[in-house]
Structures are given as C-alpha cells and as structure tokens.
C-alpha cells in the first residue's frame, strides 16, 4: 500500500483534476469511471451502484479548515471499506428524511453493509454507473 493514496482532503473539483493529470492504478472497471464526474453518495439514488472516487471532508473548504473529529470520520469511512476503486450499491433510505442511508460496499473480496449519517455519506464520492 505504500505511495496509494487513499483519500482526498480539500476541494471536490482537485480529486477530477489530480485524477486527470497523475493516473494510478485501479480496479478493473474503474478506469471508464475516471472519464465521468463524481458525485456525493447523498444524491445517489435506491439501488444505484458506483465505484468509491474517495473521500473528502465536506468543512475542507471552509475558512477554519478541518477539525479533528472530521479527520476521524474520514479515516473512519476509509478504515470500514469506502476507499478508491471500492464497488458500492446504496440499498436503502431512513425514514423521515432519507437519514440514515443503507450502502453495500465492496465486491469479491467481501461485501458489508453500512447505515451512513447523511453527514458521513456526504464525505464519500463516487462515480456513478450508467444506469441502463
């Protein structure tokens, strides 16, 4: 794993252009993914499936930068499975509010699944798969 970068911190719109200039490795299948822009988990809807872009901490932009719990929250995330490349399927929606939001993460190696605050959900990005 060493030199694998694993998460972005900072600007949403810096993972699409890093992404673009320096390519890495990836899971078969991920490289269509890269073409296609990423969106937050939290608009994703019932059933729809993507692949993992990463995760960024949604206060990474503000003035105050980012504070330790939501570093922690980050590593989390990453610690439970939603890291680069990983398949996801968001299975189900909380009620009222669509909090919290079900998500099947991983693929041949395991899967698990996770009720995610809509706060964690909005750390994750994803490029979403062509719904057919």
């Given at each position: 794993?060493?030199?694998?970068?694993?998460?972005?911190?900072?600007?949403?719109?810096?993972?699409?252009?890093?992404?673009?200039?320096?390519?890495?490795?990836?899971?078969?299948?991920?490289?269509?993914?890269?073409?296609?822009?990423?969106?937050?988990l939290?608009?994703?809807?019932?059933n729809?499936?993507?692949?993992?872009?990463?995760?960024?901490?949604?206060?990474?932009?503000?003035a105050?930068?980012?504070?330790?719990?939501?570093?922690?929250?980050?590593?989390r995330?990453?610690e439970?499975?939603?890291?680069?490349?990983?398949?996801?399927?968001?299975?189900?929606?909380?009620?009222?509010?669509?909090?919290p939001?079900?998500?099947?993460v991983?693929?041949?190696?395991?899967?698990?699944?996770?009720?995610?605050?809509r706060?964690?959900?909005?750390?994750?990005?994803v490029?979403?798969d062509?719904?057919?």
């Amino acid at each position: 794993m060493s030199g694998q970068v694993l998460a972005r911190f900072g600007d949403p719109a810096s993972l699409d252009a890093d992404m673009a200039v320096a390519p890495r490795e990836r899971h078969a299948g991920a490289s269509q993914a890269d073409a296609r822009a990423t969106v937050q988990l939290t608009t994703l809807a019932r059933n729809a499936t993507g692949t993992v872009a990463g995760v960024r901490l949604a206060s990474a932009g503000s003035a105050t930068g980012s504070s330790a719990d939501d570093e922690r929250m980050a590593l989390r995330l990453m610690e439970i499975g939603f890291v680069q490349g990983a398949q996801l399927r968001v299975i189900a929606f909380g009620q009222p509010g669509d909090d919290p939001i079900g998500v099947r993460v991983g693929g041949r190696g395991g899967v698990s699944t996770f009720a995610l605050r809509r706060l964690e959900a909005s750390c994750v990005w994803v490029w979403p798969d062509a719904q057919s």
